[in-house]
Nanobody, 114 residues
Framework: QVRLVESGGGLVQPGGSLKLSCAASGSIASIVTMGWYRQAPGKEREFVARIISGGSTYYAASVKGRFTISRDNANNTVYLQMNSLKSEDTAVYYC????????WGKGTLVTVSS
């Protein structure tokens, strides 16, 4: 099993930026898909972004053009750069490691507010 720990959340004003990190306890090089999801208060968890081992990336329509996902296999870390943040981006952000682990971190809270 692989353990995931997210960090980098916090309070930011609308239009600001944050960079989230997801540190894995073991190698992520063999994990084809790493992703970020989020859950806003009173809502279901939703997909935000994923990155495939070959480098292909996929984004939810609501964040495309504002968020960038990347992975550093050498350091077993996945990142989510978030720019032009909006109040509707407020949520707990979770990191996910796909097959064969399907592991989740405990999340990091992002609050976008003036």
């Amino acid at each position: 099993q692989v353990r995931l720990v997210e960090s980098g959340g916090g309070l930011v004003q609308p239009g600001g930026s944050l960079k989230l990190s997801c540190a894995a306890s073991g190698s992520i090089a063999s994990i084809v898909t790493m992703g970020w999801y989020r859950q806003a208060p009173g809502k279901e968890r939703e997909f935000v972004a994923r990155i495939i081992s070959g480098g292909s990336t996929y984004y939810a329509a609501s964040v495309k053009g504002r968020f960038t996902i990347s992975r550093d296999n050498a350091n077993n870390t996945v990142y989510l750069q978030m720019n032009s943040l909006k109040s509707e981006d407020t949520a707990v952000y979770y990191c996910n490691a796909g097959y064969p682990y399907n592991a989740w971190g405990k999340g990091t809270l992002v609050t976008v507010s003036s």
